[in-house]
């Protein structure tokens, strides 16, 4: 017999977000039964083909796993090779992949903010039709998102799946004449970006906060792109080699999702929030004044001001963006020498969205036996199903348009990229 | 009298999502574009989803599951001119490899429950499903090229995109050809539409633009040998992005691919 109190809600196609989702989520009697994102990207199963293929080819091949963070793929990639042939990149090398990843932030987190997610706080359904009220804000957000882009071709021949990239450095590196005008554009997008900041503060935020475990890089110097230890706001610590031991992909019951899992707690969180809450010590004294002065705290556990953490994030990527061109010397070599061996590498680096992790066993020729790669959006769904659930909670009384809208917008607040979630398997529609 | 806009659906079928992102990487065009013709359906851009019909719609991705073989078709009823973007839409994508492997073994090397899986042996361009009306090629597209699909569309006439090879846009930008340098390149076989940006970076076009009207492969195979290269190499260079276009299977398996 049906229970009267027992309703369904279902976004059937999620938008606004990288990839295809869906949305379940299951009330009865007052309180939320089961929240599901559904997944039903179809997979393409890039760890199956890439046996076989040779080191040298991984960069391209692994930045067709998503196109909006190409160069978190390709970073982790050649990160994993170096660590696997025993490859050292240092100097200015070493500070033109941070730049060109300055790039892809500046590019990802300006899309998300103006396209995909101020929209959710500002009542239209897209940047687009949003810039008929607020024109200028959309504008100067696209200025910054092509300053963003103008670095990712400058230095890496395009925006969408760079070319540039290889093991141990690039193809051929940038003179300074062709950074100058970056600079130019970015010194502008700086101050756009910080304009920004000011202006997301002010949207109307749901008071929700989550006690998550936040998960990122944290190097001794830099806020994390490319390296540093694997840190938690619990007890983690660890070289990112040690990934498998403290984190795992577990089947769910009465669900065919693979669900990244600290092994030992459960769910847990990667991506700007997690970032800023373990670094914010290393941002610079300018973009810590900033987040001050729009009432962020050093620890931001609201999901829906994650819009606000990628504004400083965003300034932050302008700075250190200027600073390694201002700094930038071309080096004599656009790559050091790479000299394959059998061998296991890792690469974990921050994609916009979080921590990518890869791990490659490499033959002695260099031809891969195993890949696993494991993207920022699979590690986050736990998370994000974790959230629906209690954000659903808040507003039950409300119509189910409603809920509905605050369900997406809940999703939105990742920014989750379910074309890279290679691990993403569609969910059963019924849990308990 | 205002004509009514042209109405523009966007659809994703296996993909990375690359090429439609393209669209929202015309910052400059955007808000313009958008002026011209109305954005109906785009899920990856608006939560606003106004029904069909569509003057206009994009295809990115391949066919890789039952599902999406009969969604296509539905596309195909809604629109009434259909550009497939991208090597996935165009030529099945790299995910397109598994049609030369064994699917099952793809599937347990990812996932520990392969019965969960619900996916088809091939992955294949739009082309193979339905009729389409124009395909613009690369793995991603061009933007500027996709500007111009776009406008062309709206001003009525056919789109001007050259179908020659990569070689040529090399002279065009007055790049010193990689190949007389001891690099080997794809570019003599591959379509145009990138700009050639491998060979001004100093590496070998890797073929993302799949290939050209009656490419000569089996003559750049054999200079890629004068250069060094293995059969391997050979096989695996003509193996990915558009490793389905029957050209560059051909001549991968030629060599043992």
Redesign the interface.
Same mark, same amino acid.
Request: proline share 7%; charged share 30%.
């Given at each position: 017999m049906a229970d009267k109190t027992t309703k369904t809600i279902r976004v059937d196609?999620? $938008?606004?977000?990288? &990839?295809?989702g869906a949305l379940d989520l299951e009330i009865s009697d007052g309180r939320v039964v089961s929240a599901e994102l559904r997944i039903?990207?179809?997979?393409?199963?890039?760890?199956?083909?890439l046996?076989g293929?040779?080191y040298a080819?991984l960069p391209?091949?692994v930045a067709?796993?998503?196109?909006?963070c190409?160069i978190a793929y390709q970073m982790s990639a050649v990160h994993a090779i170096e660590n696997a042939f025993g490859v050292k990149v240092d100097g200015q090398l070493r500070a033109l992949r941070r730049l060109i990843y300055c790039g892809e932030w500046i590019?990802s987190h300006a899309?998300h903010v103006v396209?995909?997610h101020a929209?959710d706080f500002l009542g239209f359904?897209?940047?687009?039709?949003m $810039?008929r009220d607020h &024109?200028e804000a959309?504008?100067n957000t696209?200025?910054l998102?092509?300053a963003g882009?103008e670095l990712m071709r400058v230095v890496g021949?395009?925006?969408?799946?760079p070319?540039?990239v290889?093991a141990g450095g690039?193809?051929?590196v940038p003179t300074r004449s062709e950074l100058a005008p970056v600079a130019e554009s970015l010194a502008r997008a700086r101050d756009l970006a910080i304009g920004m900041v000011r202006w997301v503060a002010t949207f109307p935020f749901p008071d929700f906060e989550q006690d998550y475990e936040f998960v990122a890089l944290r190097h001794p110097d830099e806020y994390p792109l490319n390296e540093g230890r694997l840190v938690s706001s619990r007890d983690i610590d660890i070289d990112i080699a040690d990934f498998e031991t403290e984190f795992e992909e577990r089947?769910v019951a009465h669900s065919?999702a693979?669900h990244s899992l600290v092994k030992r707690r459960g769910a847990y969180l990667v991506g700007p929030l997690a970032r800023y809450a373990l670094n914010f010590d290393r941002l610079p004294a300018s973009v810590r004044e900033l987040a001050r002065e729009v009432g962020l705290d050093s620890v931001c556990r609201n999901p829906f001001k994650s819009i606000i953490v990628r504004g400083l994030e965003l300034v932050f990527a302008c700075d250190e963006a200027l600073r390694l061109i201002a700094a930038y010397e071309p080096p004599d070599l656009?790559a050091v020498p790479i000299e394959p061996r059998a061998g296991t590498g890792f690469g974990c680096t921050e994609a916009p969205r979080g921590i990518c992790w890869h791990r490659y066993d490499f033959q002695a020729d260099g031809s891969i036996e195993r890949a696993r790669i494991v993207p920022p959006t699979s590690q986050n769904q736990p998370t994000i199903e974790a959230d629906l659930a209690a954000v659903a909670t808040t507003v039950l009384d409300q119509p189910d348009d409603v809920i509905r809208h605050r369900c997406?917008q809940t999703i939105r607040n990742y920014d989750p990229?379910i074309?890279c979630a290679?691990?993403f398997?569609?969910l059963t529609v019924r849990r308990t | 009298m205002k004509a009514q806009r042209p109405r523009l659906a966007v659809w994703k079928f296996a993909s990375c999502d690359g090429c439609q992102l393209s669209l929202l990487d015309c910052e400059d065009e955007l808000l313009t574009l958008a002026g011209a013709i109305e954005i109906a359906n785009f899920p990856e851009a608006s939560s606003l989803i106004l029904d069909g019909p569509y003057d206009l719609s994009l295809v990115e991705g391949s066919i890789t599951t039952a599902h999406d073989a009969e969604r296509i078709q539905m596309v195909r009823q809604q629109s009434k001119f259909l550009v497939t973007i991208g090597a996935c839409a165009t030529a099945g994508g790299i995910q397109a490899l598994r049609n030369f492997a064994d699917v099952d073994d793809y599937i347990a090397a990812v996932y520990a429950s392969p019965k969960y899986i619900s996916t088809l042996a091939t992955s294949t361009p739009i082309s193979a499903h339905i009729a389409v009306d124009y395909e613009l090629r690369g793995c991603p597209i061009n933007k500027a090229q996709l500007i111009e699909v776009i406008s062309a569309y709206l001003a009525g006439r056919k789109p001007s995109i050259a179908a020659h090879s990569v070689c040529i846009e090399c002279k065009q930008r007055g790049a010193v050809c990689v190949m007389v340098q001891g690099t080997p390149c794809l570019g003599p076989v591959t379509h145009a539409g990138c700009g050639a940006i491998c060979p001004s970076f100093r590496r070998g076009c890797y073929g993302c633009y799949g290939p050209m009207e009656t490419p000569n492969t089996a003559a750049l195979a054999c200079e890629w040998q004068v250069l060094g290269a293995t059969p391997r190499d050979i096989a695996r260079v003509f193996s990915t992005f558009n490793a389905a276009a029957e050209a560059f299977r051909k001549e991968s398996k030629a060599h043992g691919g």
């Open positions: 196609y999620l $938008a606004r977000v990288e &990839g295809e039903f990207e179809p997979p393409r199963f890039f760890e199956a083909f046996r293929r040779g080819e391209d091949i067709r796993i998503c196109g909006i190409p590019e899309l396209m995909l929209p359904p897209d940047g687009i039709r $810039a &024109g959309v504008r696209l200025t998102k092509k882009n021949g395009r925006e969408i799946h070319v540039n290889k690039f193809h051929r089947h065919t693979l656009a997406e990229c074309s290679t691990h398997l569609k | -």
